[in-house]
C-alpha cells in the first residue's frame, strides 16, 4: 500500500516495488478473484483455476485502472470496519486479517487480500469492489496516544487479573521476537512518525503474542483466560489502530510529496 502510494505518482520505479516485496515473501503470486466484467478485462488477470500471474503485472493492471489511492483494512470478528458490500472478499480479509482497498477512477474499487499459500509464497487475490467512501482513519497523533494508553490499561487489568506473573526471561523473549521480524523497506519521503508508530505497534503486538500464550504461572482456568483475552481486546484494537493511521499518514505523505516534485 505504502509502496504503491509512492509508485504510482512515479517517486518510486516499479523495480524498487518489487524488491520491497521479497521482505513479506520469496515468492509473489496473483490471481483475480472475482470482478465485474469490465473490470476483469482491464485487470487482464489469470482466475484461481489458472496460472497465477507476477506481481508485475498486477502493478501494470493497477495502472491501466487508474488507482488514485487507498487504505489498509484489518478486520477481525467483532470489527470489520473497511469491508465492502463484496461476501467474497470480506471473507478473504477476514481470514487473511488484512487487505488493501485501492481506489480507482474506473469501474469500482478493487480489494487486495494476501494469503500464505506454501513456505515462502505470498498469494494476492485481487477482487472487484463497489464504490465507497474511504473507511474511518483516527489520526495518527491521537491512535499514537491510544496505543499508549491501551497498554497501560492492559498492563493494569492483567495485573489485578493474577494472570501477568513474571516469568524469567521475558524481556529477552520479546526482544529476540521483534529482533526476528524482517527489516521492512520503504520508499524515500516515508514520513518519520509513520515510521515510529508502526515500529511501535510491532513491538506491542509482539507483547500480546508473548501475553496470550504464557500459560505458566499465568491463566490457567477458561475463565482467567476469558478475563485476560478481554483484558488484551482493546489493545489489539490500538495496534490495529494505529497501524491503519500510520499507514493512510504515509499514503497521504507519499501523495503530497509527490505532486509538489
Excluded: Y
Excluded at 508485475?56 to 488514485?68: F, H, I, M, S, Y
Excluded at 486479517?97 to 478493487?110: F, H, P, S, W
Excluded at 490499561?153 to 526482544?175: K, M
Excluded at 489502530?241 to 500510520?246: I, N, T
Amino acid at each position: 500500500m505504502v509502496w504503491t502510494s509512492a509508485w504510482l505518482p512515479g517517486a518510486a520505479a516499479a523495480d524498487d516495488v518489487l524488491d520491497a516485496l521479497q521482505s513479506w515473501a520469496q515468492l509473489h503470486e496473483v490471481v483475480l478473484g472475482g470482478a465485474p466484467d469490465e473490470l476483469a478485462e482491464l485487470l487482464q488477470l489469470p482466475t484461481a483455476d489458472e496460472k497465477p500471474a507476477s506481481p508485475a503485472l498486477l502493478l501494470a493492471a493497477l495502472r491501466r485502472v487508474g488507482v488514485t489511492g487507498g487504505e489498509l483494512v484489518l478486520p477481525t470478528a467483532g470489527d470489520l470496519r473497511g469491508l465492502r458490500g463484496n461476501a467474497p472478499f470480506a471473507a478473504a480479509a477476514l481470514h487473511s486479517g488484512e487487505a488493501a482497498v485501492l481506489r480507482t477512477d474506473r469501474q469500482g474499487d478493487i480489494g487486495l487480500v494476501p494469503d500464505r499459500v506454501a513456505d515462502g509464497v505470498l498469494r494476492w487475490t485481487v477482487f472487484g469492489l463497489p464504490d465507497g467512501p474511504p473507511g474511518d482513519q483516527i489520526p495518527i497523533g491521537e491512535a499514537e496516544f491510544e496505543l499508549s494508553g491501551a497498554m497501560r490499561a492492559a498492563a493494569t487489568a492483567l495485573v489485578e487479573l493474577d494472570v501477568a506473573r513474571h516469568r524469567p526471561g521475558v524481556r529477552a523473549e520479546i526482544a529476540e521476537l521483534v529482533g526476528q521480524q524482517p527489516s521492512i523497506p520503504w520508499p524515500p519521503g516515508m514520513p518519520s512518525r509513520a515510521l515510529r508508530v508502526l515500529q511501535r505497534a510491532n513491538e506491542v503486538a509482539t507483547i500480546l503474542q508473548v501475553a496470550m500464550t504464557d500459560t505458566p504461572g499465568g491463566a490457567k482456568s477458561a475463565s482467567a483466560m476469558r478475563r485476560r483475552a478481554e483484558a488484551l481486546r482493546p489493545l489489539d484494537t490500538a495496534v490495529r489502530a494505529a497501524r491503519q493511521s500510520a499507514v493512510a499518514e504515509a499514503v497521504r505523505a507519499l501523495s503530497d510529496h509527490a505532486e509538489k516534485c
